[in-house]
């Protein structure tokens, strides 16, 4: 079973050139009504609680408003048809994702050129045809309705994939029979699932279900009937209960992780073959581990006592702590990453000072090949099955396009699968890695990409973006954004923030909860770097970010009005002090802490940025990005931010909302609306940036 985690996703958004100054029009009103508790001893007033309220007329009434208002003032910028046909063209070419090779057959999701949506396709071999399974595109005119693979059959004969309407999380799980062509069965029920498997033989469903009030595993026939719960009473909202079915399809892998990003997991399994009883990897050390099974053994990934993460290794027959045995030591130079299972050996993915090593070992820990890379960039852990010769990985940077690699197992050759063929020649850029120094003197690496023969200034756009938490790391994936940018004679800048994952976990421990102001002085510092480096100045920087990386812009641009032009803030968490009571929050609470501990309030009320606007004060330009299908981090954070910005700022520049309807988290828009949306946010910042 592959590590599963609900985490914040990572949104990079970026732009750049001259742009006249729109005509203003009246800034939307919004009325106050004030709403005052004390929280562990403090009093605090919400002038917008009201907006909370996300389907009530008057605050539909509101982002109706607010749409129009940014409409006004975002609508015609005159490079914005330009902007939209660069990253058109960048965008709209044939794209797939990795293969899953069940049966001798390859199932795969594709996106041809012209298309909207991503369908499900299969080829009968490796260079049959591609064929058509499922297209999500007559299931909704406005094409926001996709679909995914969720599991194969180990016979290649049964498909299950999910069906999500706009960018939710929660889904709707359906299942397929490859032959016949066409749906069969009963579907799950519209849900969030952490982990959906079928049986070798497309029987049976094992899943993992979490309702927002409990979560267990279940066990049902595929053609329908009586779910059977599993496991999972006694968890609460706050834990996350995922499960997964072994490549050789005989045990059901079962993993409690204690949040997002958690310091602690669980692990259990059950022997499929006899339904023998759920039996306990490990349930009392407060570490997180990943569990795969392969050929009788149970592979486990770790941060016990490794900050860097180690393998261990155990009999499945004896699955006690008291059996482990280290197979892969931890390095203490490099993160690990991620470990896969492929062709008789596990392949480690590792992070040393952000540039990424696959090692393969054998099963008795001996190293075998390293692939490397000479360029700056990301790469996926190989993805293939124990038995199988082959397995897939993919490599890309900001400005080269994500290639999907054939892996030989015996020959350790590379082979290309497919390549996204957009039309940029990364030999035009330079992306180059720096450290800097943040506040408490850690040193901190920064990717920068510019066009080749751009002079420093002092003067040049630059969009500076970065996450910082949950154990991710950012690292140099392809951008259709900061291509764009760049070839129009900005910076692009992302900065490995502490709160990642990319120095392990002592990394991610120094940015998280009591240390979250560290992530923001790191970012900060970055900043800084880059003005006193000539690249930049106050008045041509611009940051970005969302999510977790929301939270981060708005802190930096409460902090440090004066050091930014620009702020693009998208699906943002901004109120910390109630952040814990929407939606699925509570899985974040071991990552920030909770107003509802007196001491963890100190921490969050120090810096949580609605609660730091001050009247008056002159405060960047602000596009907020949000919409009614992120169903993970509640939209009533962007809309009660743009209110307080609205009414607070000193300064004359715009503080707007995007409100959309249908994307989220998850993304949930067809294409030609990303690349209208992409082109709005570039537009923005060329405009005040220039």
Known sequence: M???????????????????????????????????????????????????????????????????????????????????????????????????IRGGRYFFTKRPAGQDLFSIYMRESATGPDVLLIDPAPMNPNHTTSVGIESVSNDGKTLAYFVRQGGADEVEVHFYDVDARHDVGSPLSVSRYPGVSLTPDGRTTYFSRYTGKDQHVYRRAVSGGEEQALFGEGYGPDKIVGSGISDDGRYLLIQVAYGSAAKKTEEYFKDLNSDGPIQTIVNDVEARFSVDEADGKLILQTNWNAPNERVMITDIATPQRANWKELVPENKNAALQGVSTAGGKLYLRYLENV????????????????????????????????????????????????????????????????????????????????????????????????????????????????YGGFVLSSLPNFSPNAVTWTENGGVYALANLRGGGEFGEAWHRAGMRENKQNVFDDFESAAQYLIDQHYTSPQHLGISGGSNGGLLVTAFLTQRPDLVKAVVCSYPLIDMIRYQRFLVARFWVPEYGSSEDPEQFKWIYAYSPYQHVVKGTNYPA???????????????????????????????????????????????????????????????????LR
């Open 622 to 688: 602000v596009l907020f990005v949000s919409g009614d299908s992120d169903t993970r981090v509640a939209p009533l954070h962007a809309r009660k931010m743009t209110a307080m910005m609205q009414a607070n700022t000193g300064s004359s520049n715009p503080v707007l909302l995007r409100y959309h309807v249908s994307s989220g988290h998850s993304g949930g828009e067809p294409l030609k609306e990303q690349v209208n949306n992409q082109a709005e946010i570039l537009g923005f910042l060329m405009w005040q």
């Open 2 to 100: 592959r590590k599963i985690a609900i985490t914040l996703l990572l949104l990079t958004l970026t732009a750049c050139a001259t742009t006249p100054q729109p005509s203003r029009p009246p800034l939307p009103t919004t009325e106050v009504k004030p709403v005052t508790e004390t929280i562990q001893g403090v009093a605090i007033t919400d002038p917008y609680r009201w907006l909370e309220d996300q389907n009530s007329p008057e605050t539909r009434d509101w982002i109706n408003r607010e749409n129009a208002y940014t409409d006004a003032l975002l609508g015609n910028l005159p490079d914005k048809a330009r902007l939209a046909a660069r990253l058109e063209a960048l965008q709209n070419t044939d794209q797939i994702t990795f293969p899953r």
């Open 355 to 466: 540039k990424p090593r696959v090692v393969g070992y054998t099963l008795d820990g001996q190293p075998q090949e390293e692939i490397k890379f000479e360029t700056l960039g990301t790469v996926t852990n190989l993805a293939g099955t124990w038995d199988s010769p082959v397995a897939f990985y993919s490599f890309s940077s900001f400005a080269v396009p994500p290639t999907i690699y054939a892996y030989d197992i015996t020959s350790h050759q590379s082979e290309q699968f497919f390549r996204i063929n957009a039309p940029v020649n990364s030999a035009d850029f330079n992306v180059e890695q720096v450290w800097y120094t943040s506040k408490d003197g850690t040193r901190v690496p920064m990717f920068v990409m510019y066009k080749k023969g751009m002079q420093r200034t002092g003067a040049n756009p630059t969009l500076l973006t970065g």
